[in-house]
């Protein structure tokens, strides 16, 4: 028998619900949530990504503006612009897609944005609160994991959690928040030596590389979590992720649990998204009642 798949478009559907009905009433006190997307140059992919955030908050209650600029756009522009909406009362989440035209520096970009309207939790102060443990918006891709993972019913306390990949934006945070659930964590990437050593003791495994077939089904042991963030393609063209799905899947068996690509990780980062802007816009309310 194989492993249960953790079904990242059901769990998806669930919250969003949950965020539709908060929208709402936040709406009705007269804070409807807002999120600002900002889309510099004509990338095709992340036109379709941007597209399919601002379908998101339409079908959950949520306000949002779309900006659309020539990858032209001068830095300062850019810069000036996101200081505009952090003055922007009806918005409260800002979204910047990247990639970004190489003459405009991300980290200049990001920096900008007002840690209370920063969604995609990927300033410093966002990364600071976090390794502080502090309350603030966490990176939407490893919030969607620890929800997957807190899915299955397992608990995390206690377990050796094994991240594969150390990068800013889904690595390290992704470590954090283990840290966070009380879990053993151990981060390995490029410059690990035997990876296989480390995957085959974890409880729960995350890869995040952006390789296919980093785990396979020799690197797992039986009754594992495995969540794959990757999304790359095979030689037929179509989606795949970071692990041999089939194999691996096959070794954890009936007590394991694996996320699918598509169908696992993909739904549930724009649906983090959407949470961040509507507790951002929790917040604002909450603080315009105290002033």
Do not use: F
């Amino acid at each position: 028998m194989t492993a249960r798949l953790i079904d990242g478009l059901a769990l998806s559907r669930e919250i969003r619900a949950d965020l539709g009905r908060r929208a709402e009433a936040l709406a009705a006190a007269g804070c409807r949530p807002g999120l600002a997307v900002i889309l510099v140059g004509d990338d095709p992919a992340s036109a379709v990504y941007v597209r399919n955030k601002v379908k998101a908050c339409a079908e959950h209650g949520l306000h949002s503006v779309l900006e659309k600029y020539p990858a032209t756009l001068a830095e300062a522009e850019l810069l000036a612009r996101i200081a505009a909406l952090n003055a922007d009362a009806a918005i409260h989440g800002i979204l910047v897609q990247m990639p970004l035209p190489r003459h405009i520096d991300p980290a200049k970009v990001i920096a900008a944005i007002d840690t209370a309207k920063d969604v995609d939790g990927y300033s410093v102060r966002s990364a600071g609160e976090l390794t502080s443990g502090l309350p603030g918006l966490r990176p939407c891709t490893p919030l969607g994991c620890m929800r997957l993972i807190e899915s299955t019913g397992i608990a995390i306390r206690g377990r050796h959690a094994v991240v594969v990949g150390r990068s800013n934006t889904v690595g390290k945070p992704m470590a954090l928040l283990l840290l966070q659930a009380d879990a053993t964590v151990t981060v390995c990437h490029s410059r690990t030596p035997d990876l296989a050593v480390h995957t085959r003791m974890a409880d729960i495994v995350v890869v995040a590389v952006g390789r296919r077939h980093t785990l396979t089904a020799a690197m797992v042991k039986a009754g594992a979590v495995v969540v794959d963030v990757g999304m790359n393609r095979n030689d037929e063209g179509k989606l795949c992720g970071d692990v041999d799905l089939a194999a691996v899947r096959e070794a954890l068996g009936p007590a394991g649990w694996i996320t699918p690509v598509p169908g696992g990780v993909g739904p549930m980062t724009i649906t983090m998204l959407l949470g961040n802007t509507v507790d951002a816009a929790g917040a604002a309310a909450n603080r315009q009642a105290g002033a």
